[in-house]
């Protein structure tokens, strides 16, 4: 069987820059990962709960960090931005305040900004969510998956698999549906691949969304 290797790690480097930029000594890394992972939890939970969407998309493609001595850069960037701001019009400053009371941030500075991605339905994440949310409502995964590969041709990719595990539609016996629309090499390190691994909790059990978005080739 050939052996998958994550797409972005594979081009580390190449076409693919890290999320987190800081340094840290060998003794203090593993805290700062930890710290990271939590900041990142905490924006998609806030956002979770004060998004006035209801179609259950959050819109979070990334979230960059980076960290200097007294100050943490985190950039969200988000596919629409303007729900959480019309639901919440002082929401950034609100999470700011959250954020720095959660890692009592005393000599460092907690800055965040929010950057709009100009085609959000060509991003893995953003997608992974809208079929997650289809398939919450009970919507068969084949018209799932076409709407969505629909909704990526409209933002100028060169190709797209979409692939689904698990109790699809309810069925007893697990098992994996994928499709796939233009070009994905996955081979190719020149070629900028967008990928993403999402979990979602049905009423059967779990599903386990995978999508590899091919961008364009350098």
């Known amino acids: 069987m050939g ?30 990962l930890q710290e990271d992972q939590k900041i990142r939890d905490s924006i998609k939970n806030y956002v979770q709960k004060n998004m006035r969407i209801s179609s259950g998309v959050e819109g979070i493609a990334r979230i960059e960090i980076q960290k200097r001595i007294d100050l943490i850069q985190v950039i969200i960037y988000m596919g629409f931005p303007k729900f959480l701001i019309e639901s919440r019009p002082r929401g950034i400053e609100e999470l700011q305040m959250n954020l720095q009371k959660e890692f009592n941030c005393v000599n460092r ?20 969510e809208f079929i997650a949310g289809q398939l919450k409502n009970r919507v068969s995964f084949r018209k799932a998956m076409k709407k969505a590969i629909e909704l990526t041709e409209q933002a100028d990719t060169k190709g797209i698999q979409v692939q689904i595990a698990g109790r699809i539609d309810g069925k007893e016996i697990a098992r994996v549906e994928w499709i796939r629309e233009g070009r994905v090499p996955l081979q190719t390190i020149r070629a900028k691949i967008d990928y993403c691994c999402y979990t979602v909790r049905t009423i059967y059990g779990v599903l386990g969304i995978k999508i590899w978005i091919f961008i364009d080739e350098e």
Do not use: C, D, V
């Open 3 to 32: 052996q998958k290797i994550n797409p972005l790690g594979f081009r580390l480097g190449i076409t693919q820059g890290h999320h987190s930029l800081w340094f840290a000594q060998p003794k203090n890394y593993s805290e700062g």
């Open 109 to 128: 500075k907690l800055n965040i900004a929010i950057t709009r991605i100009a085609k959000p339905y060509g991003n893995s994440n953003i997608l992974a």
